[in-house]
T-cell receptor
Framework: NAGVTQTPKFRVLKTGQSMTLLCAQD?????MYWYRQDPGMGLRLIHY???????AKGEVPDGYNVSRLKKQNFLLGLESAAPSQTSVYFC??????????????FGPGTRLTVL | KQEVTQIPAALSVPEGENLVLNCSFT??????LQWFRQDPGKGLTSLLL?????REQTSGRLNASLDKSSGRSTLYIAASQPGDSATYLC??????????????FGKGTHLIIQP
C-alpha cells in the first residue's frame, strides 16, 4: 500500500498565483487533514474533512480552500498565494477521529515557496 | 485553546543512555495523545498512541506515559542509538463533543544521539 501520498513534492510560486495540492490515501480512511509546518511554530491544522463531501476549518484556514469530492482525495487550494504561505504542507488521514485507537498517518509533505 | 509544550527543545546524549522527553498540555479534555518521530525533510511517523483512559504504552525500546489530570506525558527511550536521532513531536487530540478538530502539536524535541 502507498499509504498517504502528496503531489507535488516541491513548488515555487510567485505572489498572486494559484495552485492546488493533492493528497491521496489508499487506506479507506474517513478523516483527512491538512497541516502546515513552519519553523518555530510547529504543525498547525488548516482544514479537515470527516468524510466525502464534507470540509471544516481548522486553526489557520484563511487563504486556503479545500475539497473532498472523493473519499480517497483531499485537495488544498491557494487562490492567490502570499509569501506568508511559504511552508511545508502535510496531509494526514485516519480511519475515524476522536476514537482512541485512531492513529493519524502522514504524507511526505509538499515544500512550497512563494516569492 | 489547547497548548502543547515540549521540553527540552533540543537534547544531545551519548549512545547507550536512557533518556526522557517531556510533553505538557493545558486542556486535560483529550481523546488521546500521540508521539511522532520526524526525520529531516520527511513526514511524521507515529510511534505511540495513548488513549485518554490509559497510563502508558510500550513499543520496543519506547515507553510513553500519560497523566491526564496533570496534563503531562513522557516518552522514555531506552538504550539510545544513533538511529534514534530525529525530532520527536507530541500531539493531543482534543475532545470536542463530537467533532474532529485534528491534532494540536508541540514544537518538538530535536534529539541527537552521539556515536
Amino acid at each position: 500500500n502507498a499509504g498517504v501520498t502528496q503531489t507535488p513534492k516541491f513548488r515555487v510560486l510567485k505572489t498572486g498565483q494559484s495552485m492546488t495540492l493533492l493528497c491521496a490515501q489508499d487506506m479507506n480512511h474517513e478523516y483527512m487533514y491538512w497541516y502546515r509546518q513552519d519553523p518555530g511554530m510547529g504543525l498547525r491544522l488548516i482544514h479537515y474533512s470527516v468524510g466525502e463531501g464534507t470540509t471544516a476549518k481548522g486553526e489557520v484556514p484563511d487563504g486556503y480552500n479545500v475539497s473532498r469530492l472523493k473519499k480517497q482525495n483531499f485537495l488544498l487550494g491557494l487562490e492567490s498565494a502570499a509569501p506568508s504561505q511559504t511552508s511545508v504542507y502535510f496531509c494526514a488521514s485516519s480511519l475515524t477521529s476522536g476514537r482512541a485507537r485512531d492513529t493519524q498517518y502522514f504524507g511526505p509533505g509538499t515544500r512550497l515557496t512563494v516569492l | 485553546k489547547q497548548e502543547v509544550t515540549q521540553i527540552p527543545a533540543a537534547l544531545s546524549v551519548p549512545e547507550g543512555e536512557n533518556l526522557v522527553l517531556n510533553c505538557s498540555f493545558t486542556d486535560s479534555a483529550i481523546y488521546n495523545l500521540q508521539w511522532f518521530r520526524q526525520d529531516p525533510g520527511k513526514g511524521l511517523t507515529s510511534l505511540l498512541l495513548i488513549q485518554s483512559s490509559q497510563r502508558e504504552q510500550t513499543s520496543g525500546r519506547l515507553n510513553a506515559s500519560l497523566d491526564k489530570s496533570s496534563g503531562r506525558s513522557t516518552l522514555y527511550i531506552a538504550a539510545s542509538q544513533p538511529g534514534d536521532s530525529a525530532t520527536y513531536l507530541c500531539a493531543v487530540m482534543r475532545y470536542s463533543g463530537g467533532g474532529a478538530d485534528g491534532l494540536t502539536f508541540g514544537k518538538g524535541t530535536h534529539l541527537i544521539i552521539q556515536p
